[in-house]
């Protein structure tokens, strides 16, 4: 039995990563970011920490103080939070001031780096959930028309554009048009953004980066996701296979079938 570390951000992606690291005999240490994760974590982790995601030393003492050697993270963090200055510790602005710019990965993959100096490794997102990755086919809702299925793969091809760029990794189009695509607001108001100029019956595409490092940033769906496409009256959402995760997937493929909306893995 060892003590994995979890990083948690917000939404249920945290609950399932602790659930799955304890079905394999481990036991979970939560690092929960405050402002982002659920309190509830620590009723399913067998030891909880709060810190701010900009206290580094504090986050790696506990860690070593638990004898902590592999780390996972899980859950959303806010893009806009990642680069706020406020609550940075002395070794996390050190580190910051370091970089050769701020995009999410640079930042990601330097503190990664920072783990890894005291001995911790961060494994994969999804090294514990292998099983919740999308498997190509139909998910949800009907078959995509012939157009449907060219604005798939016309927004594939820009969605894995700005992937490629680190801008973002969801595209919304219509009728080969791009209505919006993701930045630092993250999926959920870019597909808001998406209705507010082209209406419904849109399509959503979300993909990984062309290099993804699974180790953050990892593609997720989820209930949620379902409440965000059916409130802004999107048609379908294609995801890709083997990169995504899709969370509670039983109850999502319910609620998409209710709400009349396609999840398709491509």
């Known amino acids: 039995m060892k003590n994995i570390g979890l990083i948690a951000g917000n939404g249920r992606f945290p609950f399932l990563a602790a659930q799955e690291i304890k079905k394999s005999g481990d036991k979970v240490i939560c690092i929960a970011l405050k402002e982002e994760a659920d309190p509830a974590l620590e009723k399913i982790c067998d030891k909880t920490y709060w810190f701010h995601m900009g206290k580094s030393q504090k986050i790696i ?27 940075l510790d002395f070794r996390a602005a050190k580190l910051i001031a370091s970089l050769v710019n701020k995009k999410t990965d640079t930042i990601l993959g330097a503190i990664a780096n920072e783990f890894k100096k005291d001995g911790i490794k961060l494994l994969p997102s999804h090294y514990y959930l292998k099983n919740f990755m999308a ?40 009728d080969r048009s791009v209505l919006a695509i993701e930045s630092i607001e993250g999926t959920d108001e870019c597909i808001k953004r998406a209705y507010k100029f082209g209406g419904k019956n849109a399509i959503v ?33 294609a995801v890709e296979s083997g990169s995504t995760l899709i969370l509670d997937k039983d109850e999502l493929v319910k609620k998409a079938n209710k709400a009349g909306v396609t999840i398709i893995a491509i």
């Open 61 to 87: 003492d506990a860690l070593k103080r638990e004898n902590v050697k592999t780390v996972i993270m899980a859950g959303q963090v806010k893009h806009v939070r990642i680069y706020s200055l406020f609550n």
């Open 135 to 174: 498997k190509k086919g139909l998910i949800s809702g009907k078959k995509l028309s012939s157009s449907e299925s060219k604005d798939v793969a016309f927004g594939f091809k820009i969605a894995k554009g700005i992937a490629g760029l680190d801008i973002g990794q969801t595209a919304v189009v219509k």
């Open 205 to 237: 595409i979300k993909v990984a980066k062309p290099k993804q490092d699974f180790r953050f940033d990892v593609p997720v769906i989820g209930v949620r996701t379902i409440d965000v496409l059916k409130e802004n009256k999107i048609r379908a959402m």
